[in-house]
């Protein structure tokens, strides 16, 4: 009898599938997850999940919880009623195939410009607007969809990987808050701003890439193979997964230069050394940016060898593109789509050096059905600031403030805006607004500290810095410390 041994030449995996020479009492491959090496390699995943009541991770924190934490990851999330309702009957009949009952959670566009997806314990299954723009047929998106609720069926979700987005995000934060204050300290053009700009850039840069979690190699495969099996059992086309899959690697090729220069300026910019508090941090990212994924070219041969096996003599179902491209042409639906497109560019051309480009494409994105959303005026926002228009900067940023999706990370340029230019009370009150907003969120604390103090109101810095000392996270702690060392301003009310 042939036994399949760990193959390291996934042509020769795929054959030997073809083959038929994974039977009875042969073993499996040693990557093959553990309940299919009790059930044997033929099991397909679907078959070793319970049906009936899906019981919630003892991890979730709750639906609504769940969309307030993430929220405020990045730059938000883009609302347009009818892409959320296409996605979300998607996710139902997905769900449908599965046989398991009551999973919470519900589809959520990202504001973000990746090949990004993840889902959380609370069933939610977060999708960037990136990634919607690439998919080109309704198997395609139940595809994506297949993979990330087989995350949560499988209950991947662990307190080491939400420790590690938590950790990740808490970085993000002091980096930002970091490179922003010393920022807001200078006045005119210095090598020292231009080099804290550098960070500001490296800090939001960051935030899009690094709030995503990173599963094992053995998790993702079991998300592809299970999501295989939810598009086959939900009538769509199986293949839909390996041509995601390609697209993903497409994406990772097209992007490996940009990557890859992140990365180099996350080095340096560790290598420099600011201060020990940002070397630290600049570190944490690097290890994180440096972390192995699983290849995709390993994940695309083995999701067509699984497809193969399990489902290769029944007869093909071809991909609708119809029904995909109908939603997306409905004329709310294909605004919203254009106008992010036009948003995302505007912020290459930014990171390109050309802001009077980036502008004009920024001022294009934030309009219509997007003219109040957090991301298309941020981008505003920070092109208008390169041309020296600093009236127009925070106009764009008070508009992404109304937004029906507000974002921390708005709120804070918004107040630096303020600062900068010399208008300390009119920051100090949204300070205020934003920690109203945002249930008291403890990152405007080290603001507010700087910012009485700017203003001469001392001791009321002193008693927030006391609070902070004693209800604060040690990074926070730090940062009160470090604002409570702000030079005392006259004062001024
Ligand atoms: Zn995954």
């Keep these: 009898m042939q036994v399949i041994?760990?193959?390291?030449?996934?042509?020769?995996?795929?054959?030997?599938?073809?083959?038929g020479g994974g039977g009875d009492g042969a073993k499996p491959p040693s990557w093959a997850p553990s309940f299919m090496v009790a059930k044997g390699v033929n099991a397909t995943l679907l078959s070793t999940l319970k049906a009936g009541a899906y019981e919630p991770s003892s991890l979730a924190v709750g639906e609504e919880k769940d969309l307030a934490q993430h929220r405020g990851d990045a730059l938000g999330f883009v609302r347009s009623a009818a892409l959320e309702q296409?996605?979300?009957?998607?996710?139902?009949?997905?769900?449908?195939?599965?046989?398991?009952?009551?999973?919470?959670g519900r589809v959520i566009i990202l504001a973000n410009?990746?090949?990004?997806?993840?889902?959380?314990?609370d069933g939610h299954v977060y999708l960037a607007m990136g990634l919607l723009e690439s998919l080109e047929s309704a198997?395609?998106?139940?595809?994506i969809i297949a993979h990330e609720i087989s995350h949560v069926l499988l209950k991947h979700h662990s307190s080491d990987l939400l420790g590690d987005v938590q950790r990740k995000g808490q970085a993000l934060y002091e980096l930002g808050v970091g490179a922003k204050t010393a920022l807001a300290g200078e006045r005119g053009v210095s090598k020292r701003d231009s080099r804290n700009m550098t960070n500001v850039q490296l800090a939001t840069d960051a935030t899009d890439k690094l709030v995503l979690p990173a599963w094992s190699r053995g998790q993702e495969r079991e998300a592809d193979l299970l999501g295989v099996d939810l598009l086959v059992e939900s009538r769509s086309a199986g293949p839909a997964m390996i041509s995601v899959l390609e697209k993903l690697q497409a994406w990772e090729t097209a992007n490996k230069e940009a990557e890859d220069?992140?990365?180099?300026?996350?080095?340096?910019?560790?290598?420099?050394?600011?201060?020990?508090?940002?070397?630290?941090?600049?570190?944490r990212l690097v290890d994180s940016v440096s972390v192995k994924h699983p290849k995709?070219?390993?994940?695309?041969?083995?999701?067509?060898q699984y497809f193969e096996r399990h489902y290769g003599t029944r007869s093909a179902v071809e991909p609708q593109a119809g029904p995909w491209k109908a939603v997306r042409g409905r004329s709310e639906v294909a605004q919203v789509l254009e106008n992010y497109k036009r948003a995302f560019a505007a912020r290459r051309l930014l990171e390109q050096g050309k802001p009077q480009e980036a502008y004009g494409a920024a001022k294009a994105a934030a309009i219509g059905r997007t003219a109040a959303d957090a991301y298309p005026n941020w981008v505003l926002a920070h092109s208008a600031a390169s041309l020296g228009r600093q009236g127009e900067a925070i106009e764009a940023l008070r508009r992404a403030v109304s937004s029906t999706e507000p974002v921390p990370l708005v709120y804070e340029d918004l107040i630096f805006a303020y600062e900068r230019s010399g208008s300390i009370p009119v920051a100090l009150q949204w300070t205020d607004r934003a920690s109203n907003v945002f249930g008291g969120a403890a990152r405007f604390k080290p603001h507010k500290i700087r910012l009485l103090r700017k203003a001469g109101r001392i001791a009321e810095a002193q008693t927030l810095s006391v609070d902070c000392a004693l209800n604060g996270t040690s990074e926070l702690k730090r940062a009160?410390?470090?604002?409570?060392?702000?030079?005392?301003?006259?004062?001024?009310?």
């Design 5 to 19: 041994r760990a193959l390291s030449v996934p042509a020769l995996l795929l054959a030997a599938g073809c083959a």
């Design 86 to 104: 296409y996605l979300n009957d998607t996710r139902q009949k997905v769900l449908a195939a599965s046989g398991k009952t009551g999973v919470p």
């Design 113 to 121: 410009p990746g090949f990004e997806a993840f889902s959380s314990p």
């Design 139 to 143: 198997d395609e998106v139940a595809a």
């Design 261 to 283: 220069a992140f990365s180099e300026r996350l080095k340096q910019a560790s290598e420099r050394n600011i201060n020990e508090a940002v070397g630290v941090v600049y570190q």
């Design 296 to 304: 995709t070219s390993e994940r695309i041969d083995d999701t067509a």
């Design 480 to 493: 009160c410390q470090e604002a409570n060392q702000t030079p005392a301003g006259r004062a001024q009310r």
